[in-house]
């Protein structure tokens, strides 16, 4: 079955590919299967939030014709705070 991945890094680095999976694969092994892990070392599935087309899921979902795998890097600002600094910012 066909599925994509799709991973952006902190460098601006994109990534999505399509890929062909066998049925009943899980999101680990496709994730396994489509060379991002050594494209981006960085990447650390025991902690970095996976999901499909927006919704969180885990390593061991069964994926389905179609789906969108997505790795989302790790939250580098409290999102609370960033539109106060844009406010603060455009004061200046």
Known sequence: MQISIAYSNNQGEQAWIELEV?????VEE????SGFL????QIDLETQ???IFGKL???SQVLE???????????TADPK???RRAAEKEKE
Request: hydrophobic fraction near 35%; aromatic fraction near 10%.
């Open 22 to 26: 066998a049925d009943k694969s899980t």
């Open 49 to 51: 939030k996976i999901g």
């Open 65 to 75: 014709e179609f789906d969108r795998v997505e790795i989302y890097r790790p939250i």
């Open 30 to 33: 496709a994730i396994q299967a």
């Open 38 to 41: 050594s494209r981006f070392p």
């Open 57 to 59: 899921v885990k390593t």
């Open 81 to 83: 705070t960033v539109p």
